[in-house]
């Protein structure tokens, strides 16, 4: 036997033994229900994850509710696309820009105050198989919602819709209370090499 055939062999004893493995785990796994993730950090990629999941999730026929609590200032190419299916997916864009564009912390608590009140419609309909809560994270660290109230809303929902909720900083009650949390890291942005955002990439 080569060493090549030696190797092949190995490698299918392992994949035996992790497909056993992994096998046992989807056997054991809980009857469906609806998740709450958390995609936080500093790294890009929080909302382009969630809106992948948006495309996965209407590719199923599952329809969408989207809010965006702090972008709206500028049109992204999600929104133009999503905005498509109008039967599908709800989407809703209630910020008026970054916390440092906006530069008024009260009108930006009334905005996240009139964005939660769209979010807590979709939260209670059972129609609905995926909230997206974009920048939701970034309202609650800047205290312009009550935690305890939003993780009541949330907790509340249907209990076969999935909540994603983005942005930096998510706090740890809701890191808790989630099912699935990534924290997406920093390694290398191009911004701070000077160069600017680029359509289709960064919006």
Do not use: C
């Amino acid at each position: 036997m080569s060493e090549s055939d030696e190797r092949d062999a190995r490698h299918r004893v392992r994949m035996l033994r992790k497909k056993a493995v992994i096998d046992g785990r989807i056997a054991q796994a809980r009857d469906e229900y609806g998740l709450l993730l958390v995609h936080t950090g500093n790294g890009k990629g929080k909302s382009s994850s969630a809106f992948g999941m948006v495309a996965r999730a209407l590719g199923h026929g599952i329809r969408v509710g989207v809010v965006q609590f702090i972008k709206g200032a500028a049109s992204t190419g999600e929104e133009a696309f999503f905005r498509r299916f109008p039967d599908e997916v709800r989407y809703h864009v209630m910020g008026e820009g970054f916390t440092w564009e906006t530069q008024d912390r009260q009108r930006d608590r009334l905005k996240a105050a009139e964005a939660w009140q769209v979010a807590v419609s979709l939260l209670r309909d059972p129609a609905i198989g995926l909230v997206v809560l974009d920048e939701l994270n970034i309202a609650l660290k800047h205290g312009y919602l009550d935690l305890e109230q939003v993780l009541a809303d949330i907790e509340s929902r249907p209990l076969l819709q999935h909540v994603v909720v983005t942005g930096r900083g998510a706090p740890d009650e809701l890191i808790a209370a989630a099912d699935t949390v990534t924290e997406m890291s920093l390694v290398k942005h191009a911004f701070k090499a000077g160069v600017k955002a680029q359509k289709g990439v960064e919006y």
